[in-house]
Nanobody, 121 residues
Framework: VQLQASGGGLVQAGGSLRLSCAAS????????IGWFRQAPGKEREDVSC????????TYADSVKGRFTISRDGAKSTVYLQMNSLTSEDTAVYYC???????????????WGQGTQVTVSS
């Protein structure tokens, strides 16, 4: 059971990136998938979540209108499209599983290795 986040990189402010969270060893459709990020010296914070069925999504206020989460059941992959990036979005991004969206960080499992997103101003 493993999640792998990828797609990070260096981008200029105002640019876009698409992160991918790929699952192996389990059926990702059974779980809500969340994206989180952690900047140096800061606590890990939730960014976005998609429910197991894909019908419900949540976003942190700081990314609403700029980020879009989606899932491709056939590929067992969840995506995070990030537009209009700013330096405040610079962080390591992680994905994880839970039964439902909206639970605290400690209730999430199967944390994958993160992917670094760096936004230059």
């Amino acid at each position: 059971v493993q999640l792998q986040a990828s797609g990070g990189g260096l981008v200029q402010a105002g640019g876009s990136l698409r992160l991918s969270c790929a699952a192996s060893g389990f059926t990702v459709g059974y779980y809500a998938i969340g994206w989180f990020r952690q900047a140096p010296g800061k606590e890990r914070e939730d960014v976005s979540c998609v429910s197991s069925g894909g019908e419900d999504t949540t976003y942190a206020d700081s990314v609403k209108g700029r980020f879009t989460i989606s899932r491709d059941g056939a590929k067992s992959t969840v995506y995070l499209q990030m537009n209009s990036l700013t330096s405040e979005d610079t962080a390591v991004y992680y994905c994880a599983t839970s039964a439902i969206c909206g639970v605290i960080v400690t209730r999430w499992d199967n944390w994958g290795q993160g992917t670094q997103v760096t936004v230059s101003s």
